[in-house]
């Protein structure tokens, strides 16, 4: 199972996904047409990413990515700067060309803080792009355990506690398994629709169940 839906086999179905959506990305983003380099914000995103995705820049493009700590890059198209997704407010409105984020929203904890930081991803960019897990999908993609989102919280904990599942290896600290656990909210399309309002919505299929789901403005 583990192997199934964890991105880091390139086999796995999550990577094969990902490189679809990138794919799709790459499509919209064929579309802007501009002198000088696309600015791109990569919120929680990494260069690792980009080069697993296969990404050649001729130049045309130059990423920005903010983590909670400055990574180093080797490349010169990317930067790297430490920040919170929540508040953008070194940036002005509109800074950036495209607004890039994959499976990040769901790592906030709150709802207050992912509509914050949809709020921010709207103000600072022309366009973007968020991709999240669905809610509804009956692997948890995190744990990578057959419903596990919809398990009481304490027994959520208890399985974080005992067993590797996936991302999230055993910890018999209680007060850590708890964080974990809590840092996770999962969303729907439902709540991305509120989050974006007016976005296009795109939707992965597995098995005709929908996986994740993207909101774009482009």
Do not use: C
Request: charged content about 25%; hydrophobic content about 35%; cysteine-free.
């Amino acid at each position: 199972m583990i192997k199934l839906f964890n991105a880091n086999y390139r086999s796995s179905v999550n990577q094969r996904f990902r490189e679809k959506r990138f794919t799709f990305f790459k499509g919209l983003l064929n579309t802007i047409k501009k002198d000088g380099p696309i600015s791109i914000l990569d919120v929680g995103g990494t260069q690792s990413y980009w080069e697993n995705m296969n990404f050649a820049n001729d130049g045309s493009v130059h990423i920005t990515l903010l983590n909670l700590t400055e990574d180093e890059v080797t490349r010169n198209y990317f930067s790297s700067i430490s920040g919170d997704a929540t508040d953008l407010s070194r940036f002005g409105d509109k800074h950036f060309d495209i607004v890039h984020s994959n499976s990040v929203i769901e790592h906030l904890f709150t709802r207050k803080a992912q509509e914050r930081m949809a709020n921010e991803i709207r103000r600072v960019g022309k366009r973007y792009y968020v991709q999240t897990p669905n809610y509804y999908f009956p692997i948890e993609p995190h744990w990578v355990f057959p419903l596990f989102q919809f398990l009481p919280f304490s027994w959520r904990v208890s399985l974080t506690k005992k067993y590797y599942l996936d991302t999230y290896p055993e910890n018999q600290r209680q007060e850590v398994a708890e964080q974990r656990v809590k840092e996770v909210l999962l969303l729907t399309e439902a709540d991305m629709k509120v989050l974006f309002p007016g976005a296009k919505i795109y939707r992965e299929m597995f098995l005709g169940l929908k996986k994740s789901i993207t909101s774009y403005q482009f």
